[in-house]
């Protein structure tokens, strides 16, 4: 019989204790976070796996599972073990078939309005200490607050819908009129051909257990992807975030082409498509979590020429800048024709207090 252990994805993991039958620790195959995948071969009939990371954890069936997509009886097979009875079998999962859709833009008057908010917000940024200090703490420069249009909004705003060229919504809880929700923080627009057609707002006061979103998107902005240097043929940087696509721009706008998805579940519209494919790299830097593997696998299907490239530390590259990554270095790398990671260095046992209740 086979355990999690003889599964090729785990080839390079190493034993780092002796107890419980022996503890194995390494690169998690679904987040690809180093150094926070532990295996424990000999806990049951397949073996016991937890990322410390992304929070995946299971058998060796669920592993093969939610790995290779396959259904119980053929992880029980792979694993030379007899499928529990009783249990109903279950209809293989049918993929649909993608095809790029054309994006929708907001309407003329929504674009008037979000054209003037940008420029007052730009012009608070141009004054306002805070707003700078801001920016400039997240890694932008001068330069790029500038040329990208980015802002700052001091005070939080709610605009009537009407305003935006939006219809009247009422909110079902309150009875009261919905409304288009500007809240302080720094303004990110999305730009195509000199038009605004998105915006997003990044929340400085933002803190863990705050209802509202840290990002907040304003309602009735195109969900396209930000594209920012694109050209024919040009190399092309995923990310989720905008502040990464605006980092990576910065960084190496006349190598790449950086595309913010805003989620790691968005796809890309006809013309995002169109510039993928044409395309000859794709660095695929989706987060370092459960849903950027997910999202990763998207992309691995449908473009030949993408490949995972992940920060060498943090989860995505604005925390690896933080933390000193050179992202022109970075995606210098990861344009040559062999890229090779940074060597892995290896956590001791995970803690006792820290594991899953099956593990301890």
Not at 120 to 135: L, N, P, R, S, T
Request: hydrophobic share 40%; with cysteine; aromatic share 8%.
């Amino acid at each position: 019989m086979l355990t999690i252990l003889d599964h090729p994805s785990l080839a390079g993991l190493k034993h780092v204790s002796s107890t419980d039958g022996g503890e194995w620790c390494g690169a998690c195959p679904k987040c690809v976070g180093r150094d926070r995948f532990h295996v424990w071969p000999n806990k049951g009939a397949s073996g016991k796996f937890w990322c410390r990371g992304c929070g995946w954890s299971g058998d060796g069936i669920q592993f093969l599972r939610d790995l290779e997509g396959l259904s119980y009886p053929e992880a029980c097979r792979r694993l030379g073990t007899a499928p529990r009875t009783g249990r109903r079998p279950m209809a293989p999962r049918q993929r649909e078939a993608w095809a790029p859709k054309p994006s929708v833009l907001p309407c003329a008057t929504w674009q008037a309005t979000a054209a003037a908010f940008v420029e007052y917000a730009a012009g608070v940024m141009a004054m306002d200490a805070e707003g700078q200090a801001y920016a400039l703490g997240r890694g932008l420069t001068p330069e790029t607050i500038r040329a990208c249009r980015i802002g700052w909004n001091p005070i939080t705003v709610r605009d009537p819908r009407e305003s935006w060229g939006l219809p009247p919504e009422p909110n079902v809880e309150t009875g009261k009129a919905k409304t288009v929700w500007l809240p302080r923080g720094l303004v990110v627009p999305s730009i195509r051909a000199g038009a605004v057609t998105a915006l997003k707002v990044r929340r400085p006061d933002w803190r863990e257990g705050d209802p509202a979103p840290k990002y907040s998107w304003t309602v009735g902005g195109c969900m396209r992807p930000m594209v920012l240097a694109a050209a024919p043929g040009k190399p092309a940087v995923i990310v989720e975030g905008e502040l990464d696509a605006l980092l990576i721009h910065q960084a190496a706008g006349d190598l790449v082409a950086s595309m913010a998805m805003r989620s790691a579940k968005i796809k890309p519209g006809i013309e995002a498509h169109a510039l993928l494919k044409a395309a000859p790299t794709i660095l695929c830097a989706l987060d370092a979590d459960a849903a950027g593997y997910d999202g990763w696998l998207w992309w691995q299907t449908h473009y030949s020429q993408a490949r995972r490239w992940l920060p060498l530390s943090g989860k995505d590259p604005g925390e690896a800048m933080k933390a000193g990554l050179d992202l022109r270095a970075w995606i210098v790398a990861g344009l040559s024709p062999d890229p090779q990671s940074e060597p892995k260095s290896i956590f001791p046992p995970a803690r006792r207090d820290e594991l899953p209740a099956w593990a301890r």
